[in-house]
């Protein structure tokens, strides 16, 4: 699943140019229906299809680059030589010249073979070629040819395989996609549904021209589209292939950016209002779904077989029912105020009813499924795969300067080979744990550290640990500069402080229990970052309940995203943690709801999570809950 998280996250970066371009060749196509060719119609569709008529290639490059260990424009020229590669050796020339006939004589197949499937392909392979090979050492004869110089070559070499598989497979499944077409066309309304579920389907594969190519044009004789723009079709017939796409990506896709934004966490709803907004139009104005579709399909792909059998439904009872309409570009806003009057149009009012229906069917079910299963929609993915800008910090100097010590201490950007943190420390893989000096990271802020095994490791920080992680890949990435050293100094460097108060706390801090269960001592915690004290003094329970509750009035001061722990600041200033089970935060949410937000001010009783302590013990972490006073190495707990 995280494959396929990382997968869509990498759909953001060409998906979010496509609005805007859809919508300039929408209203370039308006402009050239009502006016006629003009300078502005060519101005107009020559920038919208710059990107639309390239949207393999964008795929191709956002694929390498979102996929790649290390965000590296190498990846990307590595995915760019695959897509030019695979695209250039099956073009319908170059294989008329393997098969020594005239172009017109080669599979049609091979006309459509730029398709975003292809791009996504290329696209994993560079990315693949990137990780792999990006470090390879070649003799010194060959010298030149290592390392990142390597990574194109090796795309390219790769590539040659995928040629001659798709040389094969490719002109099959296109053929047999025109027959199965061709037979579900004979099924009246039930076959228009089926057609339009599976048009849904293919489109992640850039294979639903094939069907497109039966129902659209004169492949099987339906004609549907041309007949419908030239207005000799038959009346009440001509459409019923096209119809039942306004009302889903006019009103029901709509919809779902709706539900995806009122789900989405408070502190990414702005991103994610920028990418479902502008999606949203795009697929009201001009019927260009992509920017909506590619933003979900890969991150919670049962959303988008939902969507795919809204649309299949959409199509049959638009058959069924007195309502034609057709297309000339796609079943957006703009090609439905042109239809309108065509003589091949039937009740088009009837459209905007349906589209009201499926705009509710749409927002009520996608809310519904998001919460339920916890999908990651945009503004809802895990911190790995978050949106991009959507975890960059605004690090002061003091995080930065922390940040830098933490790298140095660690043996340098180039030995940390994966970074992301959890409640309270980072974790990390290292290229070499010998390197990492604990007492240069203690000196820099650190509470302790951890090594767990092997080439893991951990830095024990506090609840602030987030910022430093964000300050450090700043650094790393090189969108940052890390701060001058000061002068050296035999004191300890002050780290920036770990929470917003610096309040004494009292020595009894008294709490109802927060979750029903049995108390234990924190030394049994199986965790030496809690059991040794490290985080702060505090109890643990063993939880038998479902739901964590305020042990005392209080601000809730920081919910960590999945939902597997909660910060409190009490009216005394006393910070508290209560953490949920041990390693949880590597459920990514699985089993976590968060009740509460930020900021929020609770009483005693208050619910903040809601847990399912059968999925932690099914993923194999302990559910005990340690519950520890942060700011405050002298206090004991005392639950009444």
């Excluded at 709706?258 to 702005?270: G, H, I, N």
């Amino acid at each position: 699943m995280k494959f396929f998280q990382r997968l869509g996250r990498s759909f953001m970066l060409p998906v979010a140019v496509l609005p805007i371009a859809a919508i300039l060749m929408g209203v370039g196509y308006w402009i050239q229906n009502v006016a006629g060719d003009n300078i502005a119609v060519t101005f107009l569709n020559g920038a919208g299809g710059a990107l639309l008529g390239n949207m393999p290639i964008l795929f191709a490059i956002g694929v390498s680059l979102g996929m790649a260990t290390k965000t590296d424009g190498t990846s990307a020229l590595a995915g760019l030589v695959s897509w030019l590669t695979i695209t250039t050796l099956l073009s319908t020339d170059t294989v008329a010249l393997f098969q020594g006939v005239e172009a017109a004589e080669v599979n049609p197949a091979f006309g459509v073979i730029n398709n975003v499937f292809v791009g996504i392909i290329a696209g994993l392979i560079g990315a693949f070629a990137y990780n792999r090979f990006k470090d390879v050492k070649l003799p010194d004869a060959l010298a030149f040819f290592s390392g990142k110089r390597s990574v194109a070559i090796v795309a390219a070499g790769i590539s040659l395989l995928v040629v001659i598989l798709l040389f094969f497979i490719w002109p099959f499944v296109y053929s047999g996609l025109v027959a199965f077409g061709e037979f579900i066309a004979t099924l009246g309304p039930v076959g228009a549904g089926i057609y339009g579920f599976m048009n849904r389907l293919l489109i992640p594969l850039g294979l639903h021209h094939a069907l497109n190519s039966v129902f659209w044009f004169d492949v099987a004789g339906i004609n549907d589209l041309n007949n419908f723009l030239s207005g000799t079709g038959e009346y009440g017939v001509t459409g019923q292939y096209m119809t039942g796409f306004f009302p889903v990506m006019m009103f029901g896709l709509p919809g779902a950016a709706l539900a995806m934004y009122v789900t989405a966490k408070s502190t990414r709803k702005k991103v994610a209002a920028g990418l479902l907004l502008s999606g949203a139009i795009s697929s009201f104005v001009v019927g260009v779904t992509e920017p909506l579709e590619f933003a979900f399909m890969f991150l919670a792909p049962v959303l988008y077989l939902i969507h795919a059998v809204f649309m299949g439904i959409s199509l049959a009872v638009s058959a069924i029912l007195p309502v034609r309409m057709g297309f000339g570009f796609s079943g957006g806003g703009i090609d439905l105020l042109l239809g309108w009057v065509n003589p091949m149009a039937q009740n088009p009012w009837l459209i905007l009813v349906m589209g009201v229906f499926w705009f509710v069917v749409y927002f009520l079910v996608f809310r519904f499924v998001i919460l339920r299963f916890n999908l990651k929609t945009p503004g809802r993915e895990d911190d790995d795969v978050a949106l991009d800008g959507a975890d960059a910090t605004t690090a002061d100097g003091g995080y930065l300067a922390t940040a830098a010590r933490f790298i140095d201490a660690l043996g340098g950007r180039d030995n940390i080979v994966e970074l992301e943190n959890c409640a309270t420390r980072l974790r990390m893989e290292l290229g070499d744990v010998a390197k990492a000096d604990e007492a240069a990271l203690k000196r820099a802020g650190a509470a302790g550290v951890m090594k767990p095994g092997g080439r893991s490791y951990q830095v024990i920080y506090g609840l602030n640990v987030q910022f430093v992680k964000d300050a450090m890949e700043q650094i790393m990435s090189g969108r940052a500069e890390a701060p001058a050293p000061s002068a050296p100094t035999a004191e300890p460097v002050a780290a920036p402080p770990q929470t917003a108060t610096a309040v004494a706390a009292p020595a009894t801090v008294r709490l109802r229990q927060p979750i029903e269960g049995a108390v234990v001592p924190l030394s049994s915690v199986p965790d030496a970052t809690f059991a040794e004290g490290i985080m702060g003094p505090g109890v643990a329970i063993e939880p038998t309940g479902d739901t964590v509750v305020a042990p005392v009035d209080a601000t809730v001061g920081h919910v960590f995203e999945t939902g597997h722990a909660i910060a409190l600041v009490l009216d005394d200033g006393t910070e508290l943690l209560i953490h949920v089970g041990i390693d949880t935060v590597a459920m990514k949410g699985e089993g976590f709801q968060a009740l509460v937000e930020a900021g929020a001010r609770v009483t005693a009783g208050t619910p903040l999570l809601r847990v399912d302590l059968d999925r932690i013990r099914a993923a194999g972490h302990p559910t005990v809950t340690p519950v520890i006073v942060l700011n405050n190495e002298s206090a004991v707990i005392e639950l009444i």
